[in-house]
């Protein structure tokens, strides 16, 4: 998934590399993401040069099974991701002099150097190539959803004997397993 930085006209450049499925799922399996993939990434991206930055813009989409944080059920996910994103010249430091489209200059890095969301999207290359497959891999881990739920009602799992609770019922005592409840139960009423 290299690009080659002289191939990049001035009318920019397409890379649209569909990523096969079987490279995502490893991937996901790889970083304990806990996620399978369910279909190749889409990948609709446009490159375009401003002076020594290389801009990255576009879409990706594919479709994940993700687990129920509460019931551990699989759940499908459609992951549309749009990002855009800068690539400076790794010898350049840490920001560029000139910004030809005038956008956003001056105010994403501070002088601590703190991370800021607008730093993320900064990315540095070397040499006179680019390696897609590392840029697009971001964009995906960025857009794992943190906690899905199958359903924001989802019961999940009794604690006590593990049944799923949204499709069976238990007789566990669950109250006593939650400690939030002792104060509960000593007050004697009337
Ligand atoms: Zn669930
Ligand atoms: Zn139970």
Aim: charged share 30%; hydrophobic share 35%; with cysteine.
């Amino acid at each position: 998934m290299n690009i080659r930085i002289d191939d990049i006209t001035s009318e920019g450049l397409c890379f649209d590399t569909p990523v096969q499925q079987s490279r995502l799922d490893a991937t996901l399996t790889d970083a304990n993401t806990g996620c399978r993939a369910l279909a190749s990434v889409g990948v609709d991206v446009r490159l375009t040069k401003a002076g020594e930055r290389i801009i990255v813009e576009g879409d990706l989409r594919t479709s994940l099974e993700v687990a129920c944080r509460r019931c551990l059920g699989p759940i499908e996910v459609g992951l549309p991701v749009s990002f855009r994103m800068d690539l400076v010249p790794m010898r350049a430091g840490s920001r560029p002099e000139q910004d030809s489209s005038g956008q956003e200059i001056g105010e994403e890095v501070d002088s601590e150097g703190s991370f800021t969301l607008d730093s993320a999207d900064r990315e540095y290359y070397d040499g006179d190539t680019i390696d897609m497959w590392p840029i697009l891999r971001e964009q995906l881990f960025l857009a794992l959803p943190d906690y899905p739920l199958c359903d924001q009602e989802c019961k999940g799992l009794c604690q006590s004997c593990g049944i799923d609770l949204n499709s069976n019922e238990c007789e566990c005592d669950r109250f006593s397993v939650d400690p939030r409840w002792d104060a509960l139960t000593k007050i004697k009423l009337p």
